[in-house]
Nanobody, 126 residues
Framework: QVQLVESGGGLVQAGGSLRLSCAAS????????VSWFRQAPGKEREFVAS???????YYVDSLKGRFTMSRDNGKNSVYLQMNSLKPEDTAVYYC????????????????????WGQGTQVTVSS
């Protein structure tokens, strides 16, 4: 049984930083891709970043330079370092794995992922 558990969310002032974590059981990040999505109230789920099994990363253009994704194979965990946070970054952040198709072409499509964590709330105050 695959389980993804996110942590690290919280309340932070604009300009601050947070580091989200996603730990997996029953699934190995070093041999598969993993992605981060977010969903703000009243909005659709939005792609944030993705890492291929080989360690290549891809970010949505609007977040490049502020968000960084990394992986610790020994802990079977991935991380999302978020800097210079803005109120518009407020959302529930999810990690997703089990991409059913091409990472190159479909990594940003939330409905192509099989496994999801429960999400962690990030709130950025102005």
């Amino acid at each position: 049984q695959v389980q993804l558990v996110e942590s690290g969310g919280g309340l932070v002032q604009a300009g601050g930083s947070l580091r989200l974590s996603c730990a997996a059981s029953g699934h190995t990040f070093s041999t598969s891709s993993v992605s981060w999505f977010r969903q703000a109230p009243g909005k659709e789920r939005e792609f944030v970043a993705s890492m291929s099994w080989a360690g290549f990363t891809y970010y949505v253009d609007s977040l490049k330079g502020r968000f960084t994704m990394s992986r610790d194979n020994g802990k079977n965990s991935v991380y999302l370092q978020m800097n210079s946070l803005k109120p518009e970054d407020t959302a529930v952040y999810y990690c997703a794995a089990g991409l059913r198709t091409s990472w190159t072409s479909r990594r940003g499509e939330w409905n192509e992922y099989t496994y999801w964590g429960q999400g962690t709330q990030v709130t950025v105050s102005s």
